[in-house]
């Protein structure tokens, strides 16, 4: 922490122990006043604050989060998933925060990685189903691409977004290809080895909101394959759309930002391909989320994609870099077997948890121009709390990239680790735990 950040730091909290002073028993005060203890080294004063809520109302669940995190800034990481595990033990079901919460608190404490594992990566489905602003399901590192590029429109970071969307756009261009080489393949051996009979066509789909992504998204016979190869196949056409949907909305995304350059031979570049994947730039351009909805995709890539990178790079450091085993039980046949692995990423690898850390990055880096753009300069935003969010927003960027340094240095990236380390003081931190 900085001079200037470490005075605003005492400032604050000298305001907050006046309020709670004047306000002992609001528990709204009591318990901002616990979290900015917290913040502050002074863990131990917030774990008493946060009990006293406790004691009247138990199950008071941001009592239970400032108190995790009390244990999280005292570097008692196992106390911190403890206590949170306690919190979520009489609940039945689990909302993506808290299966989040829970994951990162286990990788803190390097303790049930695979179920740290499973739990985030079981947040970031149930996200994805949810609309954001766009009627398009695409998974998150696209939604924080088209966000970043859209926003960037605003906060004249153009090249800054068009790196990335270059990099997403190639990705999922390779994925539809192989998708369509794994559904032809597949089709045609299973033909080849045993003819089946034909049955009724089944009608196209668009896979967007409301539409299950198990669904048949081709119009094309249904075969009797068998029920399990069937559906392999099914879900393959599936993953097919949404890879398809996830190069429509960065395609127009691109082609938008382009059109604000002036560099109109890359905006009919990428017309014409949205027109060979028989997509309409004017409708995908219509239905693109608008700035709020942006800036709030981009603070859930920063949570879910950092604790997911964290969780893989550490579950993977744990297993000494070995293969996990594929959670896909062995079907008795090879071609099966080739339908249920399709997509199917069975290692945790460096690269993995590396390009979830990296647009976490991105997601918090843009978040944090946005507070010094027009997009805050509202009435609705007051002067200190603009302030207070620019603070938080540059703590979480060292926070996300002081967790990509650790994982730099797990795979022994020595180079990579030693760069994050001087982004890190750049910032104005130490490159140390305190970050956690």
């Known amino acids: 922490m900085n001079l200037a950040e470490a005075g605003q730091a005492e400032e604050a909290l000298e305001v907050m122990e006046t309020a709670f002073r004047e306000s002992p028993e609001n528990r709204q005060i009591k318990l901002a006043y616990a979290n900015l203890l917290a913040e502050n080294d002074q863990g131990e004063l917030g774990i008493t604050l946060c009990d006293e809520v406790l004691e009247l109302t138990p199950e008071d669940e941001l009592a239970h989060q400032i108190r995790s995190t009390c244990f999280q800034y005292l570097g008692e990481f196992d106390l911190a998933l403890e206590n949170y595990k306690r919190h979520l033990s009489g609940k039945i079901s689990r909302t993506p925060i808290e299966l989040n919460n829970l994951a990162y608190f286990r990788a803190l404490a390097r303790k049930e990685l695979s179920r740290a594992n499973r739990d985030i990566n079981k947040a970031i489905e149930s996200e994805e189903l949810e609309y954001w602003g766009c009627n398009y399901i695409v998974p998150l590192e696209v939604r924080t691409a088209v966000a970043a590029g859209l926003l960037s429109r605003t906060l004249k970071q153009h090249e800054r977004s068009l790196v990335e969307l270059d990099k997403q756009i190639e990705n999922y261009e390779t994925k539809l290809k192989t998708q369509i080489s794994f559904i032809q393949g597949v089709v045609t051996q299973l033909m080849q080895e045993n003819p089946p009979e034909a049955r009724p066509a089944t009608s196209a789909q668009q896979t967007t909101i409301g539409t299950a992504p198990t669904g048949t998204t081709d119009s094309s016979a249904s075969f009797a394959f068998g029920e399990k190869v069937e559906k392999g196949i099914s879900n393959a056409r599936a993953l097919k759309q949404i890879d398809k949907n996830s190069l429509g909305v960065m395609l127009t995304t691109r082609a938008l930002i382009n059109e604000d350059l002036g560099a109109l031979a890359l905006v009919d570049r990428d017309r014409k391909r949205l027109q060979q994947l028989g997509l309409d730039f004017e409708n995908l351009a219509a239905s693109l989320p608008n700035a709020e909805a942006c800036l709030t995709q981009l603070q859930k890539a920063s949570m879910y994609l950092d604790t997911r990178g964290f969780v893989s790079g550490r579950r993977n450091s744990k297993s000494g870099n070995s293969a996990l085993q594929s959670q896909v039980p062995q079907q008795p046949s090879i071609i099966e077997n080739q339908i249920f692995n399709n997509g199917i990423n069975a290692i945790n690898t460096?690269?993995?948890?590396?390009?979830?850390?990296?647009?976490?990055?991105?997601?918090?880096?843009?978040?944090?121009?946005?507070?010094?753009?027009?997009?805050?300069?509202?009435?609705?935003?007051?002067?200190?709390?603009?302030?207070?969010?620019?603070?938080?927003?540059?703590?979480?960027?060292?926070?996300?990239?002081?967790?990509?340094?650790?994982?730099?240095?797990?795979?022994?990236?020595?180079?990579?680790?030693?760069?994050?380390r001087v982004l890190i003081e750049n910032l104005g931190f130490e490159a140390n735990g305190s970050l956690f």
């Open 350 to 420: 460096y690269e993995n948890a590396l390009a979830d850390l990296d647009c976490a990055i991105l997601a918090s880096e843009f978040m944090e121009l946005s507070l010094n753009s027009s997009l805050y300069n509202t009435p609705d935003f007051s002067a200190q709390q603009i302030a207070r969010r620019k603070k938080m927003a540059t703590r979480m960027t060292a926070v996300l990239i002081y967790h990509r340094m650790e994982i730099h240095r797990l795979a022994g990236k020595e180079k990579a680790a030693d760069r994050d």
